[in-house]
């Protein structure tokens, strides 16, 4: 059985950094893609950085330059970077692992992340 399990995240003002780590149990990240997701009040679900089983990574226009997606495959994580916050990444954070060949995703609970002005 396959678990995300999601950390860090709190609160933060602006211009502030913070880091937010998804742990998988039960499968290997690096074969997986690992994607971070972020959900605001009121909005919709969008996509905020990738990580593929090659390495590459991919990262929406609204964090890029920002926010750095990165493996530790010792620990079988992903840890996103978070720079230069601003209020509008207020969201609740998800992680997703994905694999070719799996009948489904698997998501993490989710962490709050909390930029104030």
């Known amino acids: 059985q396959v678990q995300v399990v999601e950390s860090g995240g709190g609160l933060v003002q602006a211009g502030g950094s913070l880091s937010v780590s998804c742990r998988v149990v039960?499968?290997?990240?690096?074969?997986?893609?690992m994607t971070w997701y972020r959900q605001a009040p009121g909005k919709q679900r969008e996509l905020v950085a990738t990580?593929?089983?090659?390495?590459?990574?991919n990262y929406s226009d609204s964090v890029k330059g920002r926010f750095t997606i990165s493996r530790v495959h010792a620990n079988n994580t992903v840890n996103l970077q978070m720079d230069s916050l601003k209020p509008e990444d207020t969201a609740v954070y998800y992680c997703?692992?994905?694999?070719?060949?799996?009948?489904?995703?698997?998501w993490g609970q989710g962490t709050q992340v909390t930029v104030s002005s």
């Open positions: 997703q692992a994905t694999r070719i060949g799996w009948r489904r995703d698997y």
């Open positions: 039960g499968a290997s990240i690096a074969l997986n893609t």
């Open positions: 990580i593929t089983s090659e390495g590459s990574t």
